[in-house]
């Protein structure tokens, strides 16, 4: 069976009229105090619901909140949650 002839193509230059392309600048690591911060909100969320179920009698600020205690809870682990959308 005979060989199929290879084309060459013609190597692809831009036209000299177009703008050269800009360079994205690239961001570097996040700051080791975000990450401390992002981990600590989480952990903060996790504590707020843990003494609220944990602690029979209540604390006196946590009591008048009732169920609410739970929606704090859980929004400090959400914001820390979002906060690692942005670490780096």
Known sequence: MPKSKVR????YTPPTDRRTPVK??????SHPLYV???LGIMLL???????YYLVPTGIPFMEPLAA???AIGFALMI??????????
């Open 79 to 88: 914001i820390g949650l979002l906060m690692t959308m942005k670490w780096r």
């Open 68 to 70: 609410w205690n739970f």
């Open 36 to 38: 401390a911060a992002m």
């Open 45 to 51: 969320g996790l504590a707020w619901l843990v003494v």
């Open 24 to 29: 994205a600048k690239l961001a570097g690591p």
């Open 8 to 11: 060459k193509k013609t190597v």
